[in-house]
């Protein structure tokens, strides 16, 4: 019997695996590197072992750490949790061979099938030999042969960008799981992602528990799921299931583990890789199917049996995955304080949460730099996919979300579209063919402002004022004005106070605006006839409430009602002098790690636009700075192994000196995206970015 549980994990699955140990009577021992000292998992565990270091390759890594770690504890089983060390075969032999219990598959199966290679030679789908490639082959997909979750995968439709391509998928795979192993295979459009969750004990039982899909993608990583994958023909989801209990059984595989397909639009099913482990979204069918993925794991590892059947299927469930990320800014990752992060509550259906939610942050908790920047994933189950799909666009809109951008107001954008409502629409193209639609700024956010106004024009900086009056007069007093920058853009808002039974507002700009009721936290504010109602929070700088601040500027404001969540920057009454870089300067657009320099690039040297000048690591993913405009590089500050902080000058192009060269159309998008941002920023009247 297990007693006490090492985690080799952080973040939510290490929280959401404690859950499960606590209502199953086990200890708990969870890892951390410096960054995480004072995670929310490290507060959750019963026991701590500090690895030394930040980066993962230093720490959640290192295997000779992490079995060190659980000795010290005096843990008695390992469970690898997913990502990270998960699908390492070395690994689970260390544990095991440590006289500890490995809560997992045998390292055999995971040898044979966590890397994707060896398992498509298994199922007769070898992968592409990269020095065959051709012109015919393209599009090809390049991916990393250990981990997933999108790192290590590189979409290629031009030959010329293969080394390239490879070079950095080998980079990025070896960062995050510490193998550099990649592969090639053809690139399926517009298909789907489908996936069977498997779960199997050592007495032969193998359970098939239905079809997850999980085709919302961004940069190759999943976003939306849902259980059970909508609108499959009932033969083909025999096949599936028919083909992952074969592959179960010929690799003797025991514990939980996910066989995952892509669906081309012919309905033909491609083999793509196995998950030894559990998945992200390995919620949407415990909702569906009634059961405790991860009390499994730890029951089979003890040596239980399964039933001869799974339980039965009952509604439907998704799961959206909500990051720190800019999705207007190439899905640019965000770090910082947490400040809030709430749901509304919600009933289920017998037996069944209707709402729930797995995280590995709390209110005040930092974002770091070093890790994946998923905040949350937020599940909800219903008895149809229209009544799931409904409630979970609902809680998204209606939560508390203060601190770093997210992506949320996509999630939701995604979750009323057309396209997903319909279901049979959807497929792995989804966000390349609606992105811009989807990132529009939230309309109303000039009425937010307005509320966040008036919410300060009775507390804060607006509470001293009748002391610098004498007092509060009958009569309206002098125009106030506040101004605040938002994602649509600059927004003045300009008001008058009265003191007649209270503090009365009357707004004079934007027109057509009625207060009805003004509090520090709350304003109602009737527009064209209807009543809405905001709640509005303020911090400064330091995270703190900022609502006391005497000029009113810096810090955030955020504003929740019924059109939306809006987070709104202050504009100081006597803003600082802004520091201001030469044309063509490159601004580091996240804090992050300089892992590569373009070969060759030295300061002189020509470039085209473009052109690739340097990668940044940053949350386990690499992003590529190129060249805004044909130039000489005048200026290079960057260096492999720096470490950058978010505007930091990492080079300078001095344009208009190089003729735009032909066959260099091929711009890396998030790195134009962010030029075109940071030249907006710096053209007048200078205006900052929220």
Known sequence: ?????????????????????????????????????????????????????????????????????????????????????????????????????????????????????????????????????????LPVLVKAAAGGGGRGMRVVRELSELVGELAAARSEAAAAFGDGEVFVEPYVERGRHVEVQVLADAHGTAWVLGTRDCSLQRRHQKVVEECPAPGLPAELVTELHTASVQLVRTVGYVGAGTVEFLI?????????????????????????????????????????????????????????RLYAEDPAADWAPQTGVLHELSFPAAEGGPGLPALRVDTGYGPGDRIPVHYDPML????????????????????????????????????????????????????TGFYERHLAELIRPLPGEEHAAVAAALARAVTGDGAGLPGRLGAWRNLPS?????????????????????????????????????????????????VDGVVRTYAVREYGDDGTDGSGRADGGGGRVYVDGPTGSYALTPRPRFPEPQARHEPGSLLAPMPGTVVRIADGLATGARVLRGQPLLWLEAMKMEHRIVAPAPGVLTALHAAPGARVEVGALLAVVNEGVVNEG???????????????QRREREEPPAQEES
């Not at 196995?274 to 069918?285: A, D, I």
């Not at 032909?662 to 075109?676: I, L, Q, R």
Request: charged content about 25%; proline content about 6%; hydrophobic content about 45%.
């Open 662 to 676: 032909v066959g260099h159309e091929s711009v890396g998008h998030e790195a134009v995206g962010h030029e075109e």
């Open 1 to 137: 019997m297990i007693t006490k549980l090492l985690v080799a994990n952080r973040g939510e699955i290490a929280c959401r695996i404690f859950r499960t140990c606590r209502e199953s009577g086990i200890s708990t021992v969870a890892v951390y590197a410096d960054p995480d000292a004072d995670a929310r998992h490290v507060r959750e565990a019963d026991f701590a072992v500090r690895l030394p270091g930040a980066a993962a390759v230093d720490t959640y890594l290192r295997a000779d750490l992490v079995v060190r770690a659980a000795l010290a504890a005096g843990a008695d089983a390992v469970h690898p949790g997913y990502g990270f060390l998960s699908e390492n075969a070395d690994f689970a032999r260390a544990v095991v061979a440590a006289g500890l219990l490995w809560v997992g598959p045998p390292p055999s199966a995971i040898e044979a099938m966590a890397s994707k290679t060896r398992a498509k030679e298994l199922m007769g789908s070898a992968p592409l030999k990269a020095a065959d490639v051709t012109a015919a082959d």
């Open 376 to 427: 949350a994933k937020v599940i909800v189950w219903a008895p149809t996919r229209a009544a799931a799909v409904r409630r979970l666009a609902d809680a998204l809109r209606r939560a508390r979300l203060h601190g770093p951008v997210t992506n949320r107001d996509l999630l939701v954008r995604t979750l009323t579209h057309p396209e997903f409502l319909a279901a049979d629409g959807i497929d």
């Open 478 to 526: 002098r125009p106030q004005s506040k101004a605040y920058d938002g994602r649509a853009g600059h927004h003045e808002v300009h008001y008058r106070t009265t003191a007649r039974d209270g503090v009365r507002c009357t707004v004079e700009s934007p027109p057509g605006v009625r207060v009805v009721h003004v509090a520090p936290d709350r304003v109602a504010l009737e």
């Open 264 to 320: 081309s639009p012919n309905g033909r099913a491609h083999f793509l890789e196995v998950n030894t482990r559990l998945q992200v979204e390995h919620p949407v069918t415990e909702a569906v199917f009634g059961l405790d993925l991860v009390a499994w794991q730890l029951a089979i590892a003890e040596g239980a049996r399964l039933p001869a059947e799974p339980p039965s299927a009952t509604g439907h469930a998704v799961e959206a």
